[in-house]
């Protein structure tokens, strides 16, 4: 079992930057690849980034992101990390992370996770 916790949320203004974190708990977490999915008020979840498990085999963005946001891994630290660089209006979304336990799934579908977390918000202001 993993338990996934994401904090690092707030307002920002346009333009601005935060960093993610999704902490895990339990020992294989460094032989999962994770994945950020984010919901806007309104609208489905959607698919953000993902990392396999050694973070240098594979890395998947969604188009919308890439360029301004940059997913990392700290596995001594049980830490995946989201960098979200030039934030604009439209990246406001509750931000999930999940846990795969195919350690090179980076794939965009949500059946391809095993493991979430509760999600943090993230507001950006125009």
């Known amino acids: 079992q993993v338990q996934l916790v994401e904090s690092g949320g707030g307002l920002v203004q346009a333009g601005g930057s935060l960093r993610l974190s999704c902490a895990a708990s339990?020992?294989?977490?460094?032989?999962?690849?994770v994945g950020w999915f984010r919901q806007a008020p309104g609208k489905q979840r959607e698919f953000v980034t993902a990392?396999?498990?050694?973070?240098?085999?594979?890395?998947n963005y969604a188009d919308s992101v890439k360029g301004r946001f940059t997913i990392s891994r700290d596995n001594a630290k049980n830490t995946v990390y989201l960098q979200m660089n030039s934030l604009k209006p439209e990246d406001t979304a509750v931000y999930y992370c999940?846990?795969?336990?195919?350690?090179?799934?980076?794939?965009?579908?949500?059946?391809?996770?095993?493991?979430w977390g509760q999600g943090t918000q993230v507001t950006v202001s125009s």
């Open positions: 339990g020992r294989s977490f460094s032989t999962y690849a």
């Open positions: 999940a846990a795969a336990l195919d350690g090179y799934h980076v794939g965009t579908k949500e059946h391809g996770y095993d493991y």
């Open positions: 990392i396999s498990w050694s973070g240098g085999s594979a890395v």
